[in-house]
């Protein structure tokens, strides 16, 4: 059974860094592309950041580039999202993802003035 766990989700001042955690388990996570998506309120769940298995593609939301940086350790089988320079426009909850139809619990990034 697919397990995905967040952590690392907290109140943040704006221009302030976040490192967000996910531990899968549950799959053969070394050949998965994995993802980070977020939710702001009243909003679609938006898609972040992926990975691909083997960390040599990775694609951002544009609204993250620079900003951003996912990576993933395939023999931890642990996927980040460093986020620095927060925006409070950041502020939703974080998912962790392995495509299509995998989904951590979330979760939640404040982003505060």
């Known amino acids: 059974q697919v397990r995905l766990k967040e952590s690392g989700g907290a109140l943040v001042q704006a221009g302030g860094s976040l490192r967000l955690s996910c531990a899968a388990s549950?799959?053969?996570?070394?050949?998965?592309?994995m993802a980070w998506y977020r939710q702001a309120p009243g909003k679609q769940r938006e898609l972040v950041a992926s990975?691909?298995?083997?960390?040599?593609?990775?694609t951002y939301a544009d609204s993250v580039k620079g900003r951003f940086t996912i990576s993933r350790d395939n023999i931890k089988k642990l996927v980040y999202l460093q986020m620095d320079s927060l925006k409070l426009e950041d502020t939703g909850v974080y998912y962790c993802?392995?495509?299509?139809?995998?989904w951590g619990q979330g979760t939640q990034v404040t982003v505060s003035s």
């Open positions: 993802s392995k495509p299509p139809d995998a």
């Open positions: 990975v691909s298995s083997d960390s040599t593609t990775k």
């Open positions: 549950g799959f053969t996570f070394r050949v998965n592309t």
